[in-house]
């Protein structure tokens, strides 16, 4: 039996100031326990770990971009960090590559303990200029379904959201459901809400398959949604924000984490 499998769903925006904005996409993920990369690809027919396939991962559009294996950059990045989870499982929540493309967003990463409890999750972050930040966050109640967890914006993304900001995150951990859940918010309130849902599939050639039919080039489209919708909202009239710097470190620990806001995300 394999653990990694595919959830289908669907991702929503929804942007409140300075102007209202607001798009839901159909889209699929596939959570992969990357220690089963090489049973995958040996297994399935429609699926290659680092090689061209209708669906294929490849282990450097993650982590440090080498061709190291991914797991072991996962679990030296937490050791670096202070966290020692072992040799706990790690899976990795993302876009596959389709017929050789991708663009994620947002990665997460799920780092367990030995145990098999939630130790630590890591968010990877891509914005449109090629460049990459990770936000990592120990879990402090790995017993609850819906992990809450919230940071300071370390990482330039959108160029109409400007650096004075916060994330709130609402998780809920990976099973027949998965849900994503990002609050934006300055100092005035919320500014976006980021969602993805989905409900678990099996990992397997026939449903690879049947995902391929019913989302023909969704890597692709991911990439022109995030450019069609620019274009929306640029057409609102909302001002560019300068990009900085990215942080000197590629990763930011997030130790403290401030109380979560009331609202509902």
């Known amino acids: 039996m394999i653990s990694s499998c595919l959830y289908a769903g669907q991702v929503m925006h929804h942007r409140f100031k300075p102007a209202r904005h607001r798009f839901i996409y159909q889209v699929f993920s596939m959570l992969l326990d990357l220690e089963e990369l090489d049973t995958l690809n040996k297994r399935l027919k429609l699926f290659s770990l680092n090689r061209f396939n209708l669906f294929s991962f490849h ?79 120990p879990v402090n109640q790995p017993d609850d379904s819906i992990i809450r967890q919230s940071c300071p914006k370390a990482f330039y993304v959108s160029p109409f959201i400007g650096m004075e900001a916060r994330y709130h995150f609402r998780m809920q951990q990976p099973g027949k459901q998965v849900a994503v859940c990002i609050r934006e918010t300055d100092k005035e309130g919320a500014l976006l809400h980021a969602s993805f849902t989905g409900k678990q599939r099996p990992l397997s050639d026939s449903s690879l398959l049947e995902t391929f039919a019913r989302y023909p080039l969704m890597t692709l489209k991911v990439i022109a949604g995030i450019h069609w919708e620019a274009l929306h909202i640029w057409r609102k009239k909302i001002p560019l924000q300068p990009r900085p710097a990215p942080p000197a470190s590629s990763i930011t620990l997030v130790t403290n984490q401030r109380e979560e806001s009331h609202e509902t995300i």
């Open 59 to 137: 282990e450097r559009d993650h982590g440090d971009g080498s061709s190291r294996p991914l797991v072991n950059q996962v679990r030296d990045a937490l050791r670096s960090q202070g966290m020692n989870l072992g040799q706990g499982k790690v899976k990795l929540l993302c876009y596959p590559r389709l017929l050789g493309y991708v663009f994620n967003p947002l990665s997460v990463f799920y780092c367990y303990d030995e145990q098999g409890q939630l130790g630590a999750i890591l968010y990877e972050v891509s914005n449109t200029f090629n460049q990459k930040h990770r936000y990592l966050i």
